[in-house]
């Protein structure tokens, strides 16, 4: 069965240091995604990525987010310097086809804290 | 904007019971998805049952039905014959049919299950 995989688990990082979020999607996936849930609060989509470049963005997704596939398997959400707020549980997704009724396949999630 | 609510933070039932998780959702769309997704503790979240807009039947997965009211907007996932393997978060999911970027999720429904 594949599966989306996320590393790590769980980070900590202090407010103001850089952290970058991994993912490898599934193999022949071409659409990849990050949302986010905040303790309590509703998964939130952050970005969704296609053909190398962000296809779209929320209003969430600021200029502290970047993404990128920097080697054709992995997936990665790196947020250039940490706040309190930005402390959630962080899922990675990927769909074969976005534009049909696909399944979207998740990652067993990030949870970062920042300290 | 579309949003998806989920009013039951947290539900239980008895082994071998039957519970129905509630979630409703506002759109203007006329074409969409709805999901259930559940995701088992320190597990990625997987689908459960999926609904199209435009079909008036229920979707049914074995033990895991849905009772769709579109004119209501809402999608209550009913588990028979609850098992412990059940017991999850359960989040219920709308994706808009001409955006599949655009996905978003209630706050989700913690389901404990006791034998």
């Known amino acids: 069965e594949p599966e989306v995989t996320q590393t790590p688990s769980h980070q900590v990082t202090q407010m103001g240091q850089e952290v970058i979020l991994r993912c490898v999607p599934i193999s022949n996936h071409l659409y990849f995604y990050w949302y986010r849930q905040i303790l309590g609060q509703k998964v939130e989509f952050l970005v969704s990525?296609?053909?190398?470049?962000?296809?779209?963005k929320s209003e969430i997704f600021d200029d502290q987010f970047s993404v990128e596939r920097p080697d054709g398997s992995n997936f990665t959400l790196k947020i250039r310097s940490t706040k309190l707020e930005d402390s959630a549980m962080y899922f990675c997704a990927s769909t074969r086809n976005g534009f049909m009724n696909t399944e979207a396949f998740f990652g067993q999630g990030t949870r970062l804290t920042v300290v | 904007a579309q949003t998806v609510t989920q009013s039951q933070p947290e539900m239980s039932v008895q082994e071998a019971e039957t519970v129905t998780l509630s979630c409703t959702y506002d759109t203007s769309e006329s074409d969409y998805y709805l999901f259930w997704y559940k995701q088992p503790p320190s597990r990625q979240m997987i689908l459960v049952i999926r609904q199209e807009a435009y079909k008036q039947q229920n979707a049914t997965e074995n033990r895991f039905s849905v009772n769709f009211q579109k004119a209501a907007k809402s999608f209550s996932l009913k588990i028979s014959d609850s098992q412990l393997g059940d017991a999850a978060m359960y989040f219920c999911?709308?994706?808009?049919?001409?955006?599949?970027?655009?996905?978003?999720f209630g706050a989700g429904t913690r389901l404990t299950v006791k034998p």
């Open positions: 990525f296609y053909n190398n470049e962000i296809s779209e």
């Open positions: 999911a709308y994706r808009s049919a001409s955006n599949n970027n655009d996905m978003r």
